[in-house]
């Protein structure tokens, strides 16, 4: 048994070096670090793009259109930079982290006074779903930074690039924060600009990050430096830079990891210890920085020791230092009404947008038969002077679409129903070529006349 054990382990490395070894698609080292170094340069057509990128981003997310802030983010150069920055530290070169980092400064205050531009001057000043979803980061748009990175890296030092670059510039989403911190100083609102920049600032940290994991794991070969004087002066200079970047991105993270981490408790709190019979929750507001709970119950009012209760099971959820507010029936000034009204809009929204279709369709319907009806009131006019002179007995004429419903069958007929009055009583023949000429005026299949 002790020597098949050790069988065991090699049998496993075995297995995990042959599906899981990188090396095996490794390309040209230097062809790959190459084509970084080139994306870090943004001068001439690369700048145009971006702008002519952010532009389209901005629009898209003015209108509400996830194809065109996808199809943006498609063309956007934003990711070169900011892997530069991550390969410059996994390989030692400082050089290169200078170059990077002047680009990524150069694209960041580009992008935000093109999105700041064109929100000054758009007519369309509403923040619409897509633009509040870029103000606040959570720990998820960590990993997708993180795990996309990742992802970019190790596609670009294969032989075989596919469609993973395309797909890393559309999940790390670096441009619409952008677009959004433009929007936010457009608008003079320092909390989007604030939140959006915050989740451009994460996101670009962190797909650096996995650059300088991705570059280490692949072992490219760093930077030599024949002075060592010079190469220790140098990787002072990045670890100092590093640290200096990586301190406020550690801190804004367990933030964010903080935050996260109470929402999701406040949450399980309020849905399974606030639950009471014959009462709804109307609204709720979770606040990390003031660590507080607001529930809005409409309803029967619960009593106070059944909220009591609630609150003594706070500590169960970690939630020890949070205060619970709980505002009963709409006479209250802690009821927030513009939200409540924006959260009832949502749901009605959600839950009768068939209803609403169908309403549309029978509006439509609706319209084309007013729109017959009042054809059949010119017909009449037109057809009155030409009576005179061929009728000229006739007195009043009415034309109007009619159902025929045969009793024995139940068949219905739509036939044309004209109603006529006459200064004398018309022979049968008379009537018969009134009735011709009507069909053959009006163009009908079937007409009926009835003479009064």
Not at 118 to 128: I, S, V
Not at 189 to 218: P, Q
Not at 252 to 257: C, Q
Not at 261 to 277: C, D, M, P, R, V
């Amino acid at each position: 048994m002790e020597k098949e054990q050790p069988r065991n382990i090699l049998a496993i490395k075995k297995f995990l070096n042959e599906y899981l070894d990188l090396r095996k698609d490794k390309y040209n080292e230097l062809e790959t670090i190459e084509s970084i170094r080139k994306g870090v340069e943004f001068k001439g057509a690369n700048l145009w793009i971006l702008i002519f990128a952010i532009f389209m981003a901005s629009l898209g997310l003015n209108v509400n259109s996830t194809a065109v802030i996808i199809g943006a983010m498609l063309i956007s150069p934003l990711m070169g930079p900011i892997m530069g920055i991550g390969l410059a530290v996994g390989l030692n070169d400082f050089e290169l982290m200078k170059r990077s980092l002047k680009s990524f400064l150069i694209t960041t205050a580009f992008s935000v006074a093109t999105a700041t531009i064109y929100f000054l001057f758009t007519p369309l000043n509403e923040a619409q779903s897509e633009l509040l979803a870029r103000t606040s980061p959570t720990i998820y748009d960590v990993f997708i930074a993180l795990f996309g990175g990742l992802a970019g890296v190790v596609a670009l030092s294969t032989k075989d690039k596919g469609n993973v670059i395309p797909g890393v510039a559309i999940a790390t989403a670096l441009m619409p924060p952008l677009c959004t911190a433009g929007f936010g100083l457009a608008t003079g609102n320092l909390i989007y600009f604030l939140g959006a920049f915050y989740l451009y600032f994460i996101n670009s940290v962190f797909i650096s990050v996995a650059t300088f994991i991705g570059v280490r794991v692949m072992h490219f070969q760093r930077k030599e430096f024949v002075d060592k004087a010079k190469e220790k002066k140098v990787r002072q200079y990045i670890v100092l830079l590093v640290v200096l970047t990586m301190c406020p991105a550690i801190y804004l993270t367990v933030g964010i990891v903080k935050s996260t981490f109470f929402e999701s408790a406040a949450n399980n709190f309020i849905n399974k210890e606030l639950n009471f019979q014959n009462a709804q929750i109307l609204d709720r507001k979770i606040s990390y920085e003031k660590r507080e709970i607001k529930v809005v119950l409409i309803g029967t009012e619960v009593p106070d020791a059944s909220i009591a209760l609630a609150r003594d099971k706070m500590k169960e959820y970690k939630l020890e230092k949070t205060t619970l507010i709980v505002h009963q029936g709409m006479n209250n000034e802690g009821v927030d009404i513009s939200s409540i009204r924006a959260m009832v809009m949502e749901d009605f929204y959600k839950n009768s947008e068939q209803r609403l279709l169908e309403q549309q369709k029978k509006i439509t319907l609706l319209e084309s038969s007013l729109q017959t009806y009042k054809g059949y009131d010119e017909l009449c006019k037109q057809l009155v002077p030409e009576l005179q002179v061929l009728y000229p007995s006739t007195k009043s004429l009415s034309i109007s679409r009619t159902v025929e419903m045969n009793v024995d069958s139940l068949r219905a007929d739509t036939l044309i129903l004209a109603v006529m009055k006459f200064d004398r009583v018309l022979k049968s023949a008379e009537k018969d070529k009134i009735s011709e000429w009507l069909k053959a005026r009006l163009k009908a299949d079937k007409l009926k006349l009835i003479v009064e």
